[in-house]
């Protein structure tokens, strides 16, 4: 198997001696909008920023979106089994409730236990991905010490379009999905709605006799809606529902994940935003933004007692910015936010928190190629006190050269949960919050226009980590640790019919107290992604990912694995698309929890049908 996925591997690098050579199209500027307080071209952006666009995620026919943040750099991901078990995502070593996930701009970590389940979160109806590295507390807060995911909703391209798609695969797997757009130059809607349901694979791993299948269903609904009002002015609503339904498996101690026969979770989601922007006069821009996250959590099992909850969470949010351009090349915003959020654990506690957050932050372009920001925010939590956080960052870009020098410094922080707080037997109401400082620089270059080659050096310190103490049995500020790494990409476009990228990372994240390495972060991660076009209207992707050098958090070693996905799709007379996708092509064996299952081989199918 080793030797047919090597010559695999190779045959795919190889791709372009194959295809024909062509002229590059020019390109306009890619713009983020999470890197900043306001939008900027990747160019401008001093921070380490990755986009996920909706031509790699149609590309790709990946339909979750953990699988499209997984072959990012800097990007480590975690999945207690199969489709619709607890999945994470560790940023540059932090851990997965130190980074900060976004809907919409809205803060979708879990008030209870601080980090994001990415287990129901599927792409439909997603224009773009923005990751962001490094601390970013001072653009949002609490839980942006490792990084930010911002996933933002399609926005309607103008006239009506509508699309239905059906597909089936192994493992019982089936998916349908329907789009619906217009747009004109006033008002744009788009809405979506999926339907996924497969019998999976056993969560708890098959190498240690478990063999029940955990089936898992999943209802999506989400729309944009936007209006363009008074010439400049714009208005824009979001709203996605989650509909989880998943079997797991338990947790004996001293053996490990097992089967569990009855043991069912639903998990119901509702995030939304409003967002609105009119300009007054030329050099001032007031905007107002509304946020919502809304979900309850059910676990029922008639075997286990233990295995019986009931967790519900609420965050809103309301900001209030205005930005200044006193000259053209300066943009100072200035705003106030006020964050409310709620977490039950019923029959254990029920308790709340007000974050009061004021913000400033200039953006400097100081010449055509050299733009500088700094920031400051100042947010005063009703639990634990306040917390002042900075950054700053810079892009130089010397004329003529084809070189871009890029750095940030900031620091962060990350409130304590509300299980860390309160739950019984384990909370600690005395705890302060974790506290970072981190920097990167880096230097990309341009060669023949078409070819972009970037290094990046981070490193940062992570203070008060709170973790359980085995003398207190309390959870505690006792930790602290040190983390630095490397992270490289390559990205091509050697002709029309091929494109792709190169990443890797190396990462050393250690525990400062115990000197030991940091556990699900791999030392090693490298990743290829390959997209072609080797005929018209033939188009398909090929991912190759390596991960070296990783230990679980009962401190066992993981074994090292590569994985190939790829996908192939053919468009009949513009409206029609048969695609084929195929992940874990030579059905690598590895496992990314210990104790818990992966799906092994698996193939999609299905067409698609433009109306």
Not at 185 to 194: G, P, Q, Y
Not at 317 to 341: C, F, K, M, Q, W
Not at 366 to 386: C, E, K, L, M, Q
């Amino acid at each position: 198997m080793k030797q047919y996925k090597n010559t695999f591997c190779a045959a795919a690098c190889c791709i372009a001696i194959a295809l024909p050579t062509c002229a590059a199209a020019e390109e306009t500027p890619e713009i983020v909008v999470s890197a900043n307080l306001t939008p900027s071209t990747l160019e401008e952006t001093g921070s380490s920023v990755s986009l996920i666009t909706r031509e790699q995620i149609e590309a790709t026919r990946r339909t979750s979106v953990i699988e499209m943040l997984r072959s990012l750099p800097g990007v480590d991901v975690t999945q207690s089994g199969g489709r619709g078990r607890v999945s994470g995502v560790y940023i540059r070593g932090a851990d997965t409730d130190q980074t900060l996930v976004l809907i919409d701009g809205v803060k979708a970590n879990d008030a209870n236990v601080g980090g994001y389940d990415f287990a129901d979160l599927n792409t439909a109806n997603i224009e773009r991905i923005e990751v962001v590295r490094g601390p970013q507390s001072v653009l949002y807060g609490s839980d942006a010490i490792g990084g930010v995911i911002n996933i933002i909703t399609r926005k309607a391209a103008e006239g009506p379009s509508a699309a239905v798609s059906a597909g089936a695969g192994n493992h019982s797997t089936y998916e349908y999905r329907a789009h619906a757009g217009y747009g004109n130059e006033l008002f744009d809607t788009a809405n979506s709605i999926t339907y996924f349901d497969t019998d999976g694979v056993s969560a708890a791993s098959e190498r240690n006799g478990n063999t029940e299948r955990d089936e898992y269903e999943n209802i999506t609904a989400s729309t944009r809606t936007g209006l363009n009002f008074l010439g400049d002015g714009r208005a824009d609503a979001t709203f996605r529902f989650i509909k989880g339904d998943t079997e797991l498996d338990d947790f004996e101690f001293g053996v490990g994940p097992v089967d569990a026969l009855n043991y069912t979770q639903k998990r119901e989601v509702l995030t939304g935003s409003l967002t609105a922007s009119k300009s007054l006069g030329e050099y001032i821009v007031p905007r107002v933004e509304l946020g919502i996250y809304d979900e309850d959590l059910e676990g029922r099992d008639p075997d286990s007692e233990f295995n019986n909850f009931d967790i519900k969470q609420t965050t809103t949010s309301a900001t209030a910015a205005v930005d200044i351009e006193p000259i053209e090349e300066n943009t100072i915003t200035l705003g106030y936010t006020n964050e409310h959020r709620k977490g039950e654990n019923i029959g254990n506690f029920n308790k709340s928190r007000q974050v009061n957050s004021f913000f400033l932050e200039d953006q400097l372009r100081w010449t055509p190629w050299a733009t500088f920001t700094g920031g400051v925010r100042y947010d005063d939590d009703s639990d634990f006190g306040s917390e002042t956080t900075y950054r700053a960052t810079m892009s130089v870009r010397p004329p003529d050269t084809g070189m871009r020098m890029h750095g940030s410094v900031g620091s962060g922080f990350k409130a304590p949960s509300f299980n860390e707080l309160y739950f019984p037997n384990f909370g600690n109401p005395d705890l302060d919050p974790e506290t970072s400082l981190g920097w990167d620089v880096g230097l990309g270059v341009t060669l023949f226009e078409d070819i972009t080659a970037d290094v990046t050096y981070f490193r940062s310190e992570i203070d008060d980590l709170i973790t359980f103490d085995s003398i207190t049995f309390l959870a505690e500020n006792i930790d602290s640790a040190s983390i630095h790494g490397v992270e490289f990409t390559l990205n091509a476009k050697l002709c029309e019919q091929l494109s792709g990228s190169a990443q890797y990372t190396y990462t050393d994240a250690e525990n400062d107290e115990t000197g030991t390495q940091l556990a699900r972060r791999p030392k090693h991660r490298g990743s290829l992604d390959l997209f072609f076009e080797p005929v018209e209207n033939l188009t398909g992707s090929i991912t190759l990912l390596v991960v070296r050098d990783r230990i679980d958090s009962d401190g066992s070693d993981m074994d090292d694995y590569t994985r190939v996905d790829a996908s192939l799709q053919y468009t009949l007379l513009e409206k029609v698309t048969p695609f084929l996708r195929v992940e874990n092509l030579f059905d690598e064996d590895y496992e990314e929890i210990n104790g818990y299952s992966t799906p092994g081989f698996e193939i999609f199918g299905g067409v698609e049908v433009a109306l």
